[in-house]
C-alpha cells in the first residue's frame, strides 16, 4: 500500500495566489494576514518582489471565482486560496452569496485541476467573524496550512507513474 501525504517542510517550490474579497475587509485583512504569516514560516517569499506569490483583491466574496478561475487558467500556480466573509443579515442575500461563491469556487477547482483553498468565512455575526479571524484563532494560517498540504500534495501525484 502506498500513503501519499503533502509535506509542510519546504514549500520553497510552490508558487500561489490568493484572491482577498474587500467587502467586510476589517476580518479578510486579519485572514490575509494570517495567511501570510504562515506562508512565510514555511519558506514562501512574501515580500512586494515576490514571483511566488501573488494576492488579488475583489470587491465581496460574490467575485472570488472568477478571479480564481483566471489564477488557475494561468497555469502559473499551484494552488490558490481565497478569502471572504460572509455574515448573515435580515435578508436571504447571505444565502445566495455563499451558495454561489462556494458553487463557483469548487467548480474552477473541479474544472481546472488546481487545489483552491475555500477560506471564506460563514458567519451569523460579525463577532464570530472577528473570533475567526483572529480574536481566539486566525484561520488565515490554517487556510494557508492547507495550501501548502495540497500543493504538496498535488506535487507528488504528478510525479507518480504508472508501472509498466
Not at 486579519?30 to 512586494?48: A, F, Q, V
Not at 472577528?130 to 507528488?156: D, T
Request: hydrophobic residues 40%; contains cysteine; charged residues 15%.
Amino acid at each position: 500500500m502506498t500513503t501519499i501525504e503533502g509535506r509542510f517542510t519546504d514549500a520553497s517550490n510552490l508558487n500561489i495566489a490568493i484572491v482577498v474579497a474587500r467587502f467586510n475587509d476589517l476580518v479578510t485583512n486579519k485572514l490575509l494576514s494570517g495567511c501570510l504569516d504562515c506562508l512565510e514560516r514555511h519558506g514562501i517569499d512574501t515580500t512586494e518582489t515576490s514571483s511566488q506569490l501573488d494576492v488579488a483583491w475583489v470587491p465581496g466574496s460574490y467575485e472570488l471565482p472568477i478571479v480564481a478561475q483566471s489564477f488557475a487558467r494561468s497555469g502559473k500556480y499551484n494552488v490558490l486560496i481565497t478569502l471572504g466573509a460572509v455574515i448573515r443579515g435580515d435578508t436571504p442575500h447571505f444565502d445566495v452569496v455563499v451558495s454561489e461563491t462556494s458553487k463557483g469556487i469548487a467548480a474552477v477547482s473541479r474544472d481546472t485541476g488546481l487545489p483552491i483553498i475555500f477560506g471564506v468565512l460563514t458567519t451569523d455575526t460579525m463577532q464570530q467573524a472577528l473570533e475567526r479571524a483572529g480574536i481566539k484563532s486566525n484561520l488565515g494560517w490554517s487556510f494557508a496550512l492547507q495550501a501548502l498540504e495540497m500543493g504538496s500534495l498535488m506535487g507528488q501525484l504528478g510525479s507518480i507513474k504508472p508501472s509498466t
